[in-house]
């Protein structure tokens, strides 16, 4: 994400014979490695860490967690917040493990699993989570093929994956949780019927802006399990000022590590 999560890039390690780059989240508070070529980080896992209702002392999940860029900014926000990622590909998540190890003191409250999130068994009850975060797949299955096989495995959707996700989610949820997801405009439609038939009511959709003016093509939409009210349509945030550079509400949640309240 250009400004925002590769302002400073060097060569770093390579892990299983595949080039990094090193740069940074917020602004250079949290050093960052993800691989050159594939599922690069943009700006989504940085607004969904920022926008967790979390308290003290909660657990929250995230699902297909990359190199860790949700998790190191949750992090960095809520230090005292138990966090576990899930990630399929082995060479990424093994890159966020090394991205954890690098804060010191901080791998007590973040791990990272290996796994497909669609076949891991559910927790027992009383190890569910307060909270549940996701960028899922939503490619097209019909869309031309990444050269990247690495970023086909993270971004490729099949006709049924966004209700996949929400079930199986919902399986690792404490009763009235929440589950906040980043995904485009083209996929609200299912996933708040998904939400719905899976249990999760309260709904807010928060759109992000690219510019004042224009339509959004990213949302941050929420619901809670067991939640009773309706849906809500949100004010929305603004990204960028017409000169291209951040709105100052925008620079202060994904360069300053402010929270993003809705």
Known sequence: MTGVCSLRTSDATAIEDNET???????GKIS??????GNRTGFEPVLLAASLPVRRGERVLEAGCGAGAGLLCLNARMPDVEITGIELDAATANLARLNIAARPGEQKKLHVITANLLTLPPPPSTERVHHAFANPPWYPTDGSAS???RRDIARRAGNQTMAA???TLRLHLRERGTLTLALPASRL?????????YRFGSTDVFPLWPKQGQEARILLVRGRLGGRAGSRL???LT??????SLTPHAE?????????LF
Do not use: C, N, V
């Not at 439609?189 to 038939?197: C, P, S, Y």
């Not at 202060?252 to 993003?260: C, S, T, Y």
């Open 252 to 260: 202060q949640i994904l360069r300053d590590g402010m929270p993003l």
């Open 234 to 236: 949100l004010s929305g």
């Open 32 to 37: 960052y490695t993800q691989f050159r070529t």
């Open 239 to 244: 990204l960028h000022k017409q000169d291209g």
């Open 21 to 27: 780059s090193t740069g940074t989240l917020l602004d």
């Open 189 to 197: 439609a299912e996933t708040l019927g998904a939400l719905d038939k």
């Open 147 to 149: 050269p990247h096989p």
């Open 165 to 167: 996700w929400i079930k």
